[in-house]
């Protein structure tokens, strides 16, 4: 164990600066971009609040491992919004370099473990990694909304656009139609769409 410790500290240091990685959403005041930081904790609340809610039949305690994990890349391959095409290009491939580099630091069975919660999260092939991912888009949709649609505005994002991204994820939890149908209803009475 003493020799763990300090790896496990050192490797914390270094995903530090997920707390300082910009996103391309805005925060509901506008101040600011929001960070992976912000992200990952307001994915986390809704994935409680919403799990319980709605009665989500996934094991909460592993989706929000990976939601915790989720991310963690972008500290390496940086954040490419998703309507950004050219952003998006070469994505995959820089994710993964990035997760082989992050993974390899701390203590070989934590970075397995963590390599693992990751790989389940882009592989979409369990409950769990399903509800995560719908998290994920519900927390972009709710921020955007909040801010008052500002990064589709810089993106010319219409609402069919989004609508189109998020189906497959209704497709998995019907249970979440009701949570999207009043964020949508919310973008269009405030004019959030670009």
């Known amino acids: 164990m003493g020799d763990r410790m300090p790896v496990i500290f050192e490797f914390l240091e270094t995903v ?6 910009e996103r391309a959403v805005y925060l509901a005041d506008g101040s600011r971009h929001e960070t992976d930081s912000d992200h990952v904790w307001h994915m986390a609340l809704l994935a409680v609040l919403l799990h319980r809610e709605l009665e989500i039949d996934c094991d909460l305690a592993h989706a929000l491992e990976l939601i915790l994990v989720h991310d963690l890349v972008e500290i390496r391959a ?3 919004p998703a309507f950004d095409l050219a952003a998006n290009e070469g994505k995959a491939e820089r994710e993964t370099r990035a997760a082989e580099e992050l993974f390899s630091l701390p203590p070989p069975d934590l970075g397995a473990m963590l390599r693992d919660w990751w790989d389940e999260f882009e592989a979409l092939l369990t409950p769990e990694a399903r509800f995560a991912l719908a998290m994920d888009r ?8 909040a801010s008052e649609g500002r990064a589709w505005k810089d993106y010319g994002v219409a609402r069919a656009r ?3 991204r998020n189906a497959g994820v209704l497709e998995w939890w019907p249970e979440l139609r009701p ?3 009043v964020l949508y209803e919310r973008a269009d009475r405030r004019g959030c769409w670009g």
Do not use: R
Not at 16 to 21: E, H
Not at 138 to 145: G, I, P, R, S
């Open 16 to 21: 530090d600066v997920f707390k300082s990685i």
């Open 78 to 80: 940086g954040d490419a």
């Open 138 to 145: 519900l927390q972009v949709l709710a921020q955007n909304v």
């Open 162 to 164: 989004v609508e189109e």
């Open 179 to 181: 949570a999207f149908e």
